[in-house]
C-alpha cells in the first residue's frame, strides 16, 4: 500500500467515469494506482515496484489514454464534480494570474 493508492471512494468514482466493462489480467485499479505512484514520484518507468504490473504495461496503459483523451476526460469530469458540490458552475469563468509569477 503507498500513499499514491487511490482510495475505495476514489476508484470507484474513476471506474463509473471510465465505465470500462472489458476483462484484465491485472485490475484497473492496479494500473492507475502504478500511474499515479510515477507521476506524484517522479521516478523513472523502470523503476516501478515489483507489487505493481510491468512497466511496459502501465506505460501502455498510460500512454493509450493520454492519446485517446482519457485523463482529459477524467480531469474534466472530476472538476466538475467537485464544482457542482460547492454549487459553482461547471466549467470556471474567470482565471487569475499573479503578475509577479508572469513575465
Known amino acids: 500500500m503507498y500513499p499514491t493508492n487511490l482510495t ?3 476508484y470507484e468514482v474513476i471506474k463509473g467515469i471510465l465505465n470500462d466493462q472489458r476483462k484484465r489480467k ?3 485499479r492496479s494500473i ?8 506524484k514520484g517522479g521516478i523513472q518507468w523502470r523503476l516501478l515496484p515489483k507489487e505493481f504490473p510491468s512497466w511496459q504495461l502501465i506505460y ?8 485517446y483523451g482519457v485523463w ?5 469530469t ?6 457542482g458540490k460547492h454549487h459553482k458552475k461547471a466549467c470556471p469563468s474567470l482565471g ?7 513575465q
Not at 492507475?32 to 507521476?39: F, R, T
Not at 487569475?96 to 508572469?102: A, K, P
Request: glycine content about 0%; proline content about 0%.
Open 32 to 39: 492507475i494506482n502504478a500511474i499515479l505512484y510515477i507521476s
Open 8 to 10: 475505495d471512494s476514489q
Open 78 to 83: 472530476l472538476r466538475e464534480m467537485v464544482r
Open 96 to 102: 487569475i494570474i499573479d503578475s509577479q509569477s508572469v
Open 26 to 28: 491485472y485490475e484497473l
Open 60 to 67: 501502455y496503459y498510460f500512454r493509450k489514454w493520454l492519446l
Open 72 to 76: 482529459n476526460k477524467l480531469q474534466r
